[in-house]
């Protein structure tokens, strides 16, 4: 079971930071890995950042290296995203997603809206 909920969106100036929150409250998921995706008006649904929950490296995508970091809490099944040195292009709705053990689907959450301001 998932269900996703994200929190953390708002306005910022380019240069600064946000931070992101996705709970899953679905009581009998597992977890295979847990990411964040982004959509601009009019672009489509790209990835920005992911995170295996038995362990190893996250993935990111190559633009957003070193700006973002991506990171969990297994005991609230948790995942968080740190936006530093927010650009404009930067703005978009930010999506939570989750693949669950022995799934090739995942579950998203409702979105919540980064906008960066020049």
């Known amino acids: 079971q998932v269900q996703l909920v994200e929190s953390g969106g708002g306005l910022v100036k380019e240069g600064g930071s946000l931070r992101l929150s996705c709970v899953n409250s679905g009581r009998f998921s597992r977890i295979a890995a847990m990411g964040w995706f982004r959509q601009a008006p009019g672009k489509e649904r790209e990835f920005v950042a992911a995170l295996r929950w038995s362990g190893g490296g996250a993935e990111y995508a190559e633009s957003l290296k070193g700006r973002f970091t991506i990171s969990r809490d297994v005991r609230t099944n948790a995942v968080y995203l740190q936006m530093n040195n927010l650009e404009s292009e930067d703005t978009a709705v930010y999506y939570c997603?989750?693949?669950?053990?022995?799934?090739?689907?995942?579950?998203w959450g409702q979105g919540t809206q980064v906008t960066v301001s020049s």
């Open positions: 997603a989750l693949q669950p053990q022995g799934s090739s689907g995942s579950g």
